[in-house]
């Protein structure tokens, strides 16, 4: 569910015209609903009652803008995150130090003091190398270090390969075999507390079978370790669930029934639970608001070209992932297109052959379901402006990210000393 609505004939964020904010920032835009935000979040805690006290450490990489951080930590959300930076945008955001924990595999000495000295709930450590790191770092700057260890399933995750993490062959967690001398390691280690078992198998999961099927290795494993002497408190059981994005594929488990079977899984276990959702909080709260450039003829179907373009929105490019596509302001007329950005790589495609409103130069659509991992993953390929971002509320609404343009990219660069004078 979600706030983006027609309204006299006008997509609306809210109550605010889509055509309204094009107008004022300009096209390419992304566009958040502060209630479509708020919404998820609280059907997720929701469905996760009467668990005693869920951390949901919002996964920051999704929407990392510190508009949407403060939403969302204005819900009572915490976050998960994955290096020095987003733990800095999660602390600004006014996050507290004790709902983060940080994840990823690859942690600096650096990162970890940063954490270390600022406070966080648990690293998510994935190997033994880099719990001797931390425990380094924590004995140098005597700060003792809550972890826990992510654990690779081995689980098939049935989403796309590119982020898929639960199998042996993933780079994710520490294989099951192994976990029991990676705490009896952990546990010998100075500066670190042994508190936890995390783990997170994939994203955009749309079955909940693998995800139980980690699940209740996890709490086998709670089991073994304390019975090994670990106390085990926590279990971080990742994210990962999916949300819909074509109308027409059967949705993705609700987040009732993903609690339910939650509630099922784990009710017994005796430790505070954490949950890391990042597109199920943000996914379907945003949209990318592009201007039709012109309409080309093809061989089979026109080429509606957009000013968005892969830079802007790479998960097309990047996962043939599916965004429904439709006009602001529809004439009426259906149109069977290709929808293609102006950057120079055949990847630069939208969707080839979609049906959708038909479409004219000059009119505004929209990609929907483009609030999580859109302008997170953005970039400046073909030296084009970093996207703006809006985030509205009700009938306000603001610019929360500026257009980086051209002239602060162009300064952002240096010419060196030996090449300033050097002329053609
Ligand atoms: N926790 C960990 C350790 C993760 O690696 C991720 C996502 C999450 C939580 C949040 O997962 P979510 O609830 O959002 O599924 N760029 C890709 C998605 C990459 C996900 C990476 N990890 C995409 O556009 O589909």
Not at 144 to 151: K, L, S, T
Not at 327 to 335: K, L, Y
Request: glycine share 10%; with cysteine; proline share 6%.
């Amino acid at each position: 569910m979600d706030y983006f609505t027609h309204r006299g004939g006008v997509l609306h964020c809210e109550d605010v015209p889509l055509s309204k904010i094009a107008d004022a920032v300009g096209t390419p835009v992304y566009v958040y609903s502060s209630a479509t935000m708020i919404r998820h979040a609280d059907v997720l805690r929701r469905s996760l009652e009467p668990l005693p006290d869920p951390l949901i450490a919002y996964a920051v990489k999704a929407n990392p803008n510190a508009a949407v951080l403060r939403t969302l930590g204005a819900q009572g959300l915490g976050a998960d995150v994955v290096s020095g930076g987003e733990y800095r945008r999660a602390i600004a955001a006014g996050i507290a130090p004790h709902k983060i924990v940080f994840s990823g595999v690859g942690k600096t000495a650096d990162e970890m003091a940063l954490a270390l000295e600022g406070g966080l709930f648990q690293f998510n450590l994935e190997s033994v190398e880099e719990a001797e790191m931390l425990s380094e770092v924590a004995t140098r700057i005597g700060r003792e270090a809550p972890i826990g260890f992510r654990v690779n399933p081995d689980v098939v995750a049935g989403t796309h390969a590119k982020i898929s993490t639960g199998g042996a062959e993933n780079k994710f967690g520490v294989p099951y075999a192994d976990t029991h001398a990676a705490y009896r390691r952990a546990a010998e280690l100075p500066g670190l507390r042994v508190q936890g078992v995390a783990v997170h198998i994939g994203s955009q999961l749309t079955s909940l079978a693998p995800l139980e099927a980690a699940f209740v290795k996890v709490g086998s494993l709670i089991g073994e370790l304390r019975a090994a002497g670990h106390a085990i408190s926590v279990a971080d059981l990742g994210g990962g669930l999916g949300i819909p994005y074509n109308a027409e594929l059967p949705s993705p488990p609700s987040p009732e029934d993903y609690g339910a079977m939650v509630r099922r899984i784990a009710s017994e276990w005796d430790v505070r639970l954490v949950f890391e959702p990042g597109r199920l909080i943000v996914g379907n709260a945003g949209v990318l608001l592009t201007r039709v450039i012109r309409v080309k003829p093809g061989s089979t179907h026109p080429f509606v070209v957009v000013d968005a373009a892969m830079n802007d929105l790479m998960r097309p490019a990047l996962y043939d992932a599916w965004h429904s596509i439709e006009a602001v302001a529809p004439h009426g007329g259906r149109v069977t297109a290709n929808v293609v950005g102006p950057v120079c790589e055949t990847g630069d495609t939208f969707a080839m052959g979609r049906e959708m409103d038909s479409v004219a130069p000059g009119d505004l659509v929209i990609f929907r379901t483009a609030g999580a991992y859109a302008a997170a993953m953005s970039s400046t390929y073909n030296s084009r402006p970093l996207t703006p971002e809006v985030l509205v509320n009700g009938a306000e609404w603001a610019v929360v990210r500026k257009r980086i343009d051209i002239d602060r990219l162009i300064a952002a660069d240096a010419v060196p000393e030996w090449l300033a004078s050097a002329q053609a």
